[in-house]
Each structure stands twice: as structure tokens, then as C-alpha cells.
């Protein structure tokens, strides 16, 4: 049987939310390795760098020894290519994230025919929960515990003041 080894978890995490580590908690369970890859999305303008990004990812993932943060800045079909047996992980809150989704896997899939992309539906708790959402409550002081992991809560906060 074939097993597959490494999940490439890609996304904006602008920033990292509890969302993204529970599905980030569950994949490191199925697979060897997941690595949490910071992309471009050209339709999102965002608050953090890359750099930031990545630096707040990092200082969240302590606890898993499976896990690794990197970063590409071109089509993730081929980032993917860098890997032997990877797939795609990906997160679904609702039927609206579904459309979009799976315009994406499929377009992965024709750059890159062996590439599978594989949905993690969202845990309950979390099924309301977006970067978006949390970069919104926090131009207006909201409590951001419940949102994100207590590292990064100064760095939100801090950023969308500078950004006032
Ligand atoms: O967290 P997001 O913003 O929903 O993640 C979207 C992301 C970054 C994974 C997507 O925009 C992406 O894959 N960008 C890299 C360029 C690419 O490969 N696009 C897919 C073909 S349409």
C-alpha cells in the first residue's frame, strides 16, 4: 500500500488563527510531515509580511515535532513538485468555501496531475473563525482569545493600530 508522507498545508495566515492549528493538529496526525506553506493569494492585500507570517506560525507550532513553516512565491502546483508523495491539505468551513476550493484543486491538479488535494472539514468551534474575522475585531479592541493563540495576540493587536 502506498502511503502518503508529507501534507503541504498552503495558505495566506494573515494571521495564523485557531482554525488553521486545528487543522494543522489533525494533519500532523495522519502524516509524517506537514509542511505550513506561506503563499501569495493575489486577490488578498494583507497586514503581515511573509516574514511576519512565517515568524507567527513558528512560535505557535512548538508542540509539533512534524511540523515545518515555509514560504514560495509561485504556484503552489509546483512547490509541490519539490516533494515526492506530497498532497494538499486544505480546511472547509462551509458549502461558500467549497466553490473556490475546488476550482483550485482542480486547476493544481492539471499543472500537476499527480498532486491530490485533500479537505479537512473545519472542527465545529472553529467553522466561523477567519483571519479576516480577526484582523476586523481587532481594529476594534475586541478580546482575541478565543481567535488566536495568546503569542501572537500583542502582534495583531499592534499591527492593526499601525494601521489605524
Ligand atoms: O489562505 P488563503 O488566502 O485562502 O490561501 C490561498 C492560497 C495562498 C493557497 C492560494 O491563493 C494559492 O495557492 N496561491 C499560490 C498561487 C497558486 O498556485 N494559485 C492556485 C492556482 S489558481
Partial sequence: MKTMKTAIYPGSF???TFGHLDIIR????IFDKVVVC???NSEKKTMFT???RMDLISRVIGDFPNVEVDTWNGLLAEYAMNYQDAVIIKGLRAISDFESEFQMAIINKKINP???T????ASEQYTYLS???VKEMAKYGADLSEFVPEEIIDDVIRKSQMRR
Fill in 14 to 16: 494573515d494571521p495564523i
Fill in 131 to 133: 483571519s479576516s474575522a
Fill in 26 to 29: 489533525r494533519a500532523a496526525d
Fill in 118 to 121: 485533500l479537505f479537512l472539514s
Fill in 50 to 52: 511573509i516574514e511576519e
Fill in 38 to 40: 506561506v503563499m501569495i
Fill in 114 to 116: 499527480y498532486l491530490e
